[in-house]
């Protein structure tokens, strides 16, 4: 099983950049999918979620309004839509996997790192001021 991220890149403060996550080896299209994030120095953080239905959506209180998750499970692809970049938003952004298909979980849950069996490799997002 594998989780590759991709699309990042450097843009300026106030750009846009669309981030994907392609699975290979089995079939996440009824799994919950998310987008962690990791800045030097720092611990991996929760960025953002999205159901098995594809219903509803999470977002950490720092990047709601301006990123937007969404999924192709036609194409086992996951979208993490970017804009109104920030400086702060630098980092390596990881897709994630709960390997149980069409399980549905109290909110909080979908925030927890724990939650996720597969994790990509990354891909590095870098805003400049």
């Known amino acids: 099983v594998q989780l590759q991220a991709s699309g990042g890149g450097l843009v300026q403060a106030g750009g846009s950049l669309r981030l994907s996550c392609a699975a290979s080896?089995?079939?996440?299209?009824?799994?919950?999918m998310g987008w962690f994030r990791q800045a030097p120095g720092q611990e991996r953080e929760f960025v953002a979620a999205?159901?098995?239905?594809?219903?509803?959506?999470y977002y950490a209180d720092s990047v709601k309004g301006r990123f937007t998750i969404s999924r192709d499970s036609a194409k086992n692809t996951v979208y993490l839509q970017m804009n109104s970049l920030k400086p702060e938003d630098t980092a390596v952004y990881y897709c994630?996997?709960?390997?149980?298909?069409?399980?549905?979980?109290?909110?909080?849950?979908?925030?927890?790192?724990?939650?996720?069996?597969?994790w990509g490799k990354g891909t590095l997002v870098t805003v400049s001021s």
């Open positions: 994630a996997a709960d390997k149980n298909p069409r399980r549905t979980y109290v909110a909080g849950q979908y925030y927890s790192r724990g939650l996720y069996d597969y």
């Open positions: 080896g089995r079939t996440f299209g009824s799994n919950v």
């Open positions: 999205i159901s098995w239905s594809g219903g509803t959506t």
